[in-house]
Every structure is written in C-alpha cells, then in structure tokens.
C-alpha cells in the first residue's frame, strides 16, 4: 500500500494495487473508491481529509491477524 498526501488540496490517496482503476464509486460526500472492471477496489480517496481524519494517524500504523485466519491459510 502506499499514501500519497497532497496539502496543497487536502486529499489523502490510498493506493492499494498496482491494477489500474476502470471506475469510481462515491461512498460518502468526498469519499471514493477506485475500482477494477470485475470491482476490486484498488484505492481509496478522500477529499478534505484533514476534516475527514487525524493525518497523524495515517503515517503509523498497526497489523492485527487473526490467529484461527493465518492457521487456515497455512494449513
């Protein structure tokens, strides 16, 4: 995944493929999910974003599995 932050415009991408989007759906005023023909979602956009979340909170962060998750996969 990667985060791009553009302050001039307040808009926060979060890319989360490399495939690139065919569509875009609005999930909320200034919210929006790119997305793939079969509607994967490949990124998330949010317009306004230092209104919308603490920025802070998007240059850390923390992974959570869970346990029963990755005993199947590994199974």
């Known amino acids: 995944m990667r985060v791009h932050y553009d302050d ?6 979060l890319e989360l493929g490399d ?3 065919e569509g ?9 999910l790119d997305t793939t023909a079969d509607g994967g979602i490949v990124g998330i956009e949010i317009l306004d974003a230092s ?5 802070r909170t998007v240059l850390s962060y923390k992974l959570e599995f869970d346990k029963d998750l990755i005993a199947q996969k590994t199974a």
């Open 8 to 13: 001039e415009v307040d808009a926060l991408y």
């Open 19 to 21: 495939q690139s989007p």
């Open 24 to 32: 875009v759906v609005e999930i909320s005023e200034g919210v929006n």
């Open 51 to 55: 209104k919308k979340i603490d920025l």
